[in-house]
């Protein structure tokens, strides 16, 4: 199975890994929690237009899903995508014989 070209591209950009890392610490998140966090702990000064745009292709590929809940949208890492990439190049456990 070949991965989707989407993913690539969303995993192609250091802005977009970094909020999937954010997700990954912490699940759930607003797009204004995700944007202050971004802020605080990477002095990342995107605005929240430019985020929600990451947030978008993210979730396009399928690594990102959302909630909402009233006026407030939770969004959720989804790691599964990534098992394609994974399956098609495994990681070889043993080290080459030199």
Known sequence: ????????????????RTILDELTDKDGQTLFEICGRLTMKHGLASSRQAISQHLAV????????TRRQ???????????PLRSIVERWPINREEPNP
Do not use: C, S, W
Not at 1 to 16: C, E, K, Q, V
Not at 58 to 65: F, I, K, N, P, R
Not at 70 to 80: L, N, P, Q
């Open 58 to 65: 993210l979730e396009q590929a399928g690594l990102v899903h």
């Open 70 to 80: 009233g006026r407030y949208k939770f969004h959720h890492i989804d790691t599964g």
């Open 1 to 16: 199975m070949d991965a989707n070209p989407d993913l690539f591209r969303a995993i192609g950009d250091a802005t977009r």
